[in-house]
C-alpha cells in the first residue's frame, strides 16, 4: 500500500475536512499514538513560534513537507516569508489553499519546483515518520535545500529510533489501510542525517516538543 493511498482513503483525509479528531497512528502491536488534529487546524502557536522565529532569521523561502492543514505556511506568508506547502492528502491542501497558501498535493519524493534552491524546509509534527524510512526522507530533504540551507525538523521527546507499520485510526475504531513509519529521537536524528550531509547547527525544546536544526553542507551556526 503506497503511503500517499494511506493518507488520502482514510480516516485522516476526513479529519482534515473538519479540522476535529480524535484521530490516531494505529501500530501492527496493538499500540497507538494520538495525531493533534485540532491543534494542526487551528493557527500557529505554542513551539510553532519557535520554528518561526528561525525561519524569520534564516530570511530564506520555505518549503513545508508535509504542511498538512498549512498553519505554518499561512504564518509564513503572514511574516512576509515566502512558503510552499507539499501534502499527500487533497483535503490538506485544500485547507492550506482556503488560508491563502500555495501548496501542492504531491508526495516529497515526487518532482517538486526549485529543487537544490531552497535556503528552508520543514519536516514539524512528526513529519520525519514519512515513507517509513528516515535515511531516504533526510537525503531527500537534502537534495531539495540549497548549499548551506537549513531543515528544521522536529523529534521525537524519547530518544527513538524504530520503524513500523500503522494504520490511521479515527472515532469507532474504523482504520485506513497499513503503510511504513517512523519515529526518531534527537540524537538517531541527527546521527542519520549527518550520513545524508546535514549537519545539526541546533538542538532546543519548546513547549514539550523537541527540534533540530540541521544545516546542508557546513557546521555553520545559525544566524
Do not use: Y
Request: proline fraction near 6%; glycine fraction near 14%.
Amino acid at each position: 500500500m503506497s503511503l500517499t493511498t494511506a493518507w488520502v482513503d482514510d480516516p485522516f483525509a476526513e479529519a482534515m475536512q473538519s479540522g476535529r479528531g480524535p484521530l490516531w497512528l494505529r501500530r501492527s502491536d496493538g499500540g497507538r499514538l494520538r495525531l493533534e488534529v485540532e491543534r494542526w487546524c487551528e493557527p500557529a502557536a505554542g513551539a510553532d513560534h519557535s520554528l518561526l522565529l528561525r525561519c524569520l532569521q534564516l530570511g530564506s523561502p520555505v518549503l513545508d513537507l508535509g504542511c498538512g492543514p498549512g498553519r505554518l505556511v499561512a504564518e509564513l506568508l503572514a511574516l512576509g516569508i515566502p512558503a510552499l506547502g507539499v501534502d499527500v492528502t487533497g483535503a490538506a491542501v485544500a485547507r492550506t489553499l482556503g488560508l491563502g497558501g500555495p501548496a501542492l498535493c504531491r508526495s516529497v519524493f515526487d518532482r517538486l519546483p526549485a529543487e537544490g534552491r531552497w535556503g528552508a524546509a520543514l519536516l514539524a509534527d512528526g513529519n520525519l515518520g514519512i515513507g517509513g524510512d528516515p535515511d531516504a526522507l533526510l537525503r531527500r530533504s537534502a537534495e531539495l535545500l540549497a548549499p548551506g540551507g537549513v531543515l528544521l525538523a522536529e523529534v521525537d521527546p524519547e530518544e527513538v529510533d524504530e520503524r513500523c507499520t500503522v494504520r490511521v485510526e479515527g472515532a469507532g475504531g474504523r482504520c485506513g489501510p497499513p503503510f511504513a513509519w517512523a519515529r526518531l529521537g534527537a540524537e538517531a536524528a541527527a546521527h542519520r542525517a549527518a550520513r545524508a550531509g546535514l549537519t545539526e547547527v541546533e538542538r532546543w525544546v519548546s513547549h514539550g516538543r523537541r527540534f533540530l536544526a540541521l544545516r546542508k553542507g557546513t557546521a555553520l551556526e545559525l544566524p
